[in-house]
């Protein structure tokens, strides 16, 4: 994402540049380098430095306690330009980049134009310009025609959006990919796995016309799925097992719920404005008390753990500063995933790119205050709801009575047995001086005097407790053990008391919101501010605000801007969901920077398709699945991944779609994908995580016999698993809005030395041994391989190298190896493990 001096240039670009004819403005070309720069100090506060405010063009000319700033037609003169050149503006590190003050110097020395009247006065702050209201991520939703293509290649409006932008540069769309090549893109499309052999062969030998869209379906009701594309929103939620602080980095022991409940929620495809609410207001949704709560109540609470995916500190060091921090981290998760929009620029001042002024951030904040609440923190282990229903609890009760009783009677045989075998011990010693003894051992520890102190220290053999009672009493001792183990037995009988960490209100509790001074906590000032959506989310200014809900257990804020933001016209919402969904199909977004649709962010390559989508995906019921069939049934996504040079030529980034990109597995995929081969993954669902450990060499990863699927990896932010970070799996971060998709020498490394993959090729070695036959030859072993690895036979070139590969490294290994056959074997399935079309999908 562009920031600073790039960042300037590219919004100047995204403003578009004037014409020839067309003069410079301060509207449109000088007013966003000053809002970047000096409007911080000399126009967004209730004071302006040096009595000069630089808001308006007539602002300026009238200037501050130094005279004019601004000099029409003399820009020599102007002291602006002086203070810009000589750095004395702004003050600080952050300049202003030649290339703006160029831009402000050529609009003065044009006369210092404007695009229209300027009025008489201004309120308080930056507010929003009609050039800021008229950015397209601003504009109210409206459904976009379907271009006219006239075109067989078009089986969807999708295609129309995308053939009419490829036309305008002479391209055109790519042949179908052929089957075989679909059905895999698919498969690990949805699921994040590769198909079966069988699916792949009956796939291709369908010749039904609905076959693709029968796959699509049987895809679409796999569990796999919901594990798939709920790792894709856990991403943006930034979640993760621990709470990040530190180096402690404190495990979170019930994170998982909301784990699953995402992958519930994705698999059973619940609405996607449902989904958003629930993890907005769960709890709003579900009345107390919550007591005896239902799988489908628990989830509602589960749900909210959306807001408590972000870093806490207060787990090992409690701190105002701590639960500050938390409450930012929440809104910047909140608003990147939701509304696209970097609101945590507005925490300290008027973002200084996007028309959001820092009163909005507050009242933004204030739909969260009630439930995270700062002033009165609450820390994880307070943010907990027990699981017990009241059967539960009175089962508790009855256990625990019993082995009360039972451990009442094995305490009294343990005195007993002690006693007697003090008493047996205290017998020989001398008869004269048995009552000295037992008095000073039978004395209470505190209260004995310094000779009953000499006896006790001078004679250890006395001191019989529990723990050295078989020294003396072996049968005593057995007995009394035995005795134990069915008290334990017994309390083991109680149910097993579950927790879910739940974001939630105090009931009555209703803390105010006021703007701090420069960011800081401890610097409230103002009034309190209502709750409210950002006001440039509303047309012409008219944000919702949340009225106080009366006689509630929460204040409701929560719902209703969960109601408003997926009530299927919020402009911003709109289009960041569906934008979010492109992107994990294509590997890129329509915007490019999912979590930054403001001016730092992309532009989007196809903004009328966005438009449409975000229209259509309301129209489709907020169906996941239903959208997933809508991109995946066109032409856009069926097409081949095969380049041409004339596309490259002129859109070497695909940004167009002349055809489908290739893309690398994700770092859960090429993992699951080489426990699939292997034969070895565990589908298993749902759960608490598989613990991640270190090995000697302090890389971290999970155990081989634990084969699970990624997505249910303990994910430490401190501590990432080895394997996973190497491919891009997102880490210490606060969340995800697009992964990367590096080529690295770790990688590399990666696949030739680590342990899970060197375990990997071993058991995929086994297996084509296994499938192969007994004493199948080279060739055969070969083919067997590449079946398993890449669903495919090998060419026959490929089948001789690899045979020949086996024949030379089995003899190469006779020496030093037991089993120089299957050394041999592993040696290839790593080679094939590792190669570029086991890790990427055309």
């Known amino acids: 994402m562009p920031r600073g001096p790039a960042a300037l240039v590219a919004l100047l670009i995204a403003a578009g540049p004037a014409a020839a004819d067309e003069p410079l403005t301060f509207e449109r070309h000088v007013r966003p380098i000053l809002r970047a720069y000096c409007l911080d100090c000399h126009g967004g506060g209730e004071k302006h430095a040096g009595g000069l405010d630089l808001r308006l063009k007539r602002f300026a000319l009238a200037g501050g306690k130094d005279g004019p700033a601004v000099v029409p037609g003399d820009a020599a003169k102007s002291l602006l330009v002086e203070r810009l050149k000589s750095g004395e503006m702004p003050p600080g590190e952050k300049k202003v980049p030649a290339a703006e003050i160029a831009v402000i110097e050529k609009w003065i020395a044009g006369g210092a134009k404007t695009l229209r009247d300027e009025p008489a006065t201004l309120p308080p702050g930056l507010g929003i310009t009609a050039e800021e209201r008229a950015y397209w991520f601003y504009q109210p939703l409206t459904r976009p025609t379907p271009p006219k293509a006239n075109s067989d290649r078009v089986r969807t409006p999708i295609d129309a959006f995308v053939l009419a932008k490829l036309r305008e540069k002479g391209l055109t769309l790519s042949p179908d990919a052929d089957r075989a090549t679909l059905l895999r893109r698919a498969t690990f499309d949805l699921t994040g796995l590769p198909p079966t052999q069988q699916e792949l062969d009956a796939f291709v030998a369908d010749p039904a016309a609905d076959a693709y869209e029968k796959a699509l379906d049987r895809l679409l009701a796999s569990p796999a799925y919901g594990e798939r594309w709920g790792r894709h929103w856990l991403d943006a939620a930034g979640y993760a097992d621990s709470d990040g602080d530190g180096a402690t980095d404190t495990v979170r022991p019930y994170a998982w719920r909301y784990r699953d409940y995402v992958i519930r929620a994705v698999n059973a495809d619940t609405p996607l404005d449902r989904f958003v609410t629930e993890q907005l207001a769960g709890d709003e949704l579900l009345p107390r008390p919550w007591s005896n709560l239902t799988p489908p109540q628990i989830d509602l609470l589960a749900a909210t753990g959306f807001l408590r995916t972000a870093p806490d500190a207060t787990a090992s060091a409690n701190s105002p500063a701590n639960a500050e921090q938390v409450m930012t981290d929440v809104l910047k998760v909140v608003s990147s995933t939701l509304l696209g929009t970097s609101v945590g620029c507005a925490q300290c001042h008027d973002h200084r790119y996007d028309p959001v002024p820092q009163a909005d951030y507050f009242r933004l904040r204030a739909v969260f205050e009630p439930a995270l609440d700062p002033g009165k923190w609450r820390r994880p282990g307070e943010r907990l709801v027990s699981l017990y229903s009241d059967a539960d609890r009175a089962k508790a009760t009855a256990v625990e009575a019993e082995a009360g009783k039972m451990q009442t009677e094995l305490n009294t045989k343990q005195a007993d047995a002690v006693k007697t075998a003090f008493e047996v011990e205290l017998a020989k010693f001398p008869e004269d001086q048995r009552p000295a003894l037992k008095a000073a051992f039978e004395a209470p520890e505190a209260k004995r005097t310094p000779e009953q102190k000499k006896l006790t220290d001078g004679n250890p053999k006395l001191k019989i407790t529990p723990g050295v009672l078989y020294q003396y009493n072996q049968k005593a001792a057995d007995e009394i053990k035995a005795l134990q183990a069915k008290v334990t037995a017994k309390r083991a009988e109680r149910p097993a008391e579950g927790f879910v960490a739940v974001a939630a209100e105090v009931p009555g509790r209703v803390p105010a919101t006021k703007l701090f001074h420069r960011g800081d906590a401890r610097q409230p000032k103002g009034p309190d501010l209502a709750p409210a959506d950002l006001t440039i989310a509303a047309p012409d200014d008219k944000r919702l605000e949340i009225a106080p809900a009366a006689g509630k257990d ?28 492109w992107l994990n199909h294509f590997g890129r977004g329509i915007v490019d920077t999912p979590g930054e649709f403001g001016k730092l962010g992309q532009l989007p390559s196809h903004p009328e398709l966005l438009d449409w989508l975000a229209t259509e995906l309301p129209r489709l019921g907020w169906s996941q699945k239903k959208f997933h069939k ?15 040079p004339a596309a490259d030529a002129v859109d070497r980034a695909n940004t167009l779609y002349a055809h489908f990109p290739v893309r690398r597995l994700e770092a859960e995929a090429v993992r699951d994908r080489m426990l699939v081969a292997a034969g070895r993954l565990d589908r298993t669902q749902f759960g608490p995580p598989i613990a991640a450990t270190e090995d000697a060499a302090g890389q971290v990863g999970v155990p081989d016999d634990k084969p699970r699927r990624s997505v249910y990896l303990q994910v430490r932010r401190s501590k990432p698993v080895a394997f996973l970070a190497a491919f891009d799996a997102p880490g210490a971060e606060l969340n995800c809005d ?48 590449w079946r398993l690895a890449y669903l495919r036979p090998p060419a026959a070139e490929e089948r001789r190298l690899g045979a020949a590969f086996l024949t030379a490294q089995t003899a190469a290994l006779a020496a030093r190896s037991k089993e120089p056959d299957l050394a041999a074997l592993t040696n290839l399935c790593q080679q094939l493990l590792a190669s570029n079309e086991f890790l990427y999908v055309d």
């Open 630 to 644: 809508l991109v995946m049934t066109s032409t856009v996504y069926r097409q081949s991944a095969a380049r041409t």
């Open 554 to 581: 929460t204040t409701g804020r929560r719902l209703a801007w969960a109601k408003h933001l997926t009530g299927g016209t919020h402009p911003l919402f709109g289009r960041v969901t569906a934008n979010r969904l």
């Open 738 to 785: 697009r992964r990367a998709s590096t080529t690295t020498a770790p990688q590399s490394l990666m696949l030739l030395n680590s342990d899970f993959v060197r375990q990997q090729a071993r058991h995929l070695a086994v297996r084509v041994k296994a499938e192969a036959g007994s004493g199948a030859a080279p060739d055969r072993l070969a083919e067997t391989a």
